[in-house]
């Protein structure tokens, strides 16, 4: 039903700003709940943030409040997160991910049902 491309990462220092994007395709983008996930090596994959079908309410794990900001434009099928004051700690391969629920609720990890490849995003100290 939809397809998930992120894309943006790169290679940074600490402190630096970063945005990713996430490109869907499907007829029903506007349906579905977004989220960022990331998963560094040898830990579990976590929640970074997450944005509702209609951008009325936004999610964030409490380590990115106030440095991360997610958003979308349904428009052009497109989700972004915007990372500002980045630290090492944020070094990891970053997910987007798709959930089919109209409600404005946090999704639970196994509540999204499509995932991009992931991008990478390296900060040095």
């Known amino acids: 039903q939809v397809q998930l491309v992120e894309s943006g990462g790169g290679l940074l220092q600490a402190g630096d700003s970063l945005r990713l994007s996430c490109a869907a395709s499907?007829?029903?983008?506007?349906?579905?709940?977004m989220g960022w996930f990331r998963q560094a090596p040898g830990k579990e994959r976590e929640f970074v943030a997450s944005?509702?079908?209609?951008?009325?309410?936004?999610y964030y794990e409490d380590s990115v409040e106030g440095r991360f900001t997610i958003s979308r434009d349904n428009a052009k099928n497109t989700v972004t997160l915007q990372m500002n004051s980045l630290k090492p700690e944020d070094t990891a391969v970053y997910y987007c991910?798709?959930?089919?629920?109209?409600?404005?609720?946090?999704?639970?990890?196994?509540?999204?049902?499509?995932w991009g490849q992931g991008t990478q995003v390296t900060v040095s100290s």
């Open positions: 944005i509702s079908y209609n951008g009325g309410a936004t």
């Open positions: 991910a798709a959930a089919l629920y109209f409600s404005i609720r946090k999704m639970l990890p196994d509540e999204y049902t499509y």
């Open positions: 499907g007829r029903t983008f506007s349906n579905y709940a």
